[in-house]
């Protein structure tokens, strides 16, 4: 079974609605993030968690919010859909190791469309 | 602040030649990550290596090697013998204790 698991792994959805995708992780981790993919733009972060009771804005946030429902879930949500936020969306976790690395693991993706 | 800039947005080279994908950063941290990410065509991110800014050790896996210079502040892959297979878009990332971010990738592809 998968290490970071998101559902759905696809999704087409039209402007104005509320969409949620979801990660879950088996891999103990305390930190998890949401990152969107975009054609020459690489990953831009959405949000990150460190724990459960810390929630950060990341570089492209507006129009986006999470919620860390324990450890192991990470939602992000898109209250009123728009075609700009049509994307690949990641969730990715990571924990500090002894030697103060902060690998990350992905998800499998979710490719969201937004008509 | 720091920044990744990936120059090359695509490359294309004919199966069998050597390719190096190019990989710069900005931090003015003491202490930080790069990495290399692979993403085939299926969309996965695969991990492919991680270097600490203590180790500037190059590194060879297979027909993949690395080269960590702090003096120019890069961190460039190249593949040896390119196959087909290795046809994917390469991201190459930067971490430190407050911060986590990815150049814009680069989209390499092999031609047989």
């Known amino acids: 079974d998968a290490d970071v698991t998101q559902t759905p792994r696809n999704r087409i959805t039209k402007t104005g609605k509320r969409i949620m995708l979801e990660c879950s992780q088996t891999?103990?981790?305390?930190?998890m993030y949401w990152y969107r993919q975009d054609p020459g733009l690489g990953l831009r972060l959405i949000y990150y968690?460190?724990?459960?009771?810390?929630?950060n804005k990341g570089e492209i946030s507006d129009g986006y919010s999470v919620s860390r429902q324990a450890q192991a879930k990470f939602s992000l949500s898109l209250e009123s859909a728009i075609p700009n936020q049509t994307a690949l969306y990641f969730c990715?976790?990571?924990?500090?190791?002894?030697?103060?690395?902060?690998?990350?693991?992905f998800g499998p993706g979710t490719r969201l469309t937004v008509t | 602040a720091q920044k990744v800039t990936q120059a090359q947005t695509e490359i294309s080279v004919v199966e069998k030649e050597d390719v190096t994908l190019d990989c710069v950063y900005e931090?003015?941290?003491?202490?930080?990550?790069l990495f290399w990410y692979k993403q085939p065509p299926s969309g996965e991110l695969v991990f492919l290596i991680r270097?600490?800014?203590?180790?500037?050790q190059n590194e060879i896996s297979g027909r993949y090697s690395w080269n960590f210079q702090k003096s120019t502040s890069s961190f460039n892959f190249t593949i040896t013998a390119s196959q087909v297979v290795d046809s994917a878009v390469y991201f190459c990332?930067?971490?430190?204790?407050?911060?986590?971010?990815f150049g814009s990738g680069t989209r390499l592809s092999i031609r047989p």
């Open positions: 270097r600490n800014s203590f180790d500037e």
């Open positions: 990715a976790t990571s924990d500090r190791s002894p030697t103060g690395a902060y690998e990350q693991y």
């Open positions: 931090t003015r941290d003491t202490t930080y990550y």
């Open positions: 990332g930067y971490s430190s204790a407050s911060k986590i971010i």
């Open positions: 891999k103990g981790h305390d930190r």
């Open positions: 968690s460190f724990d459960v009771k810390d929630i």
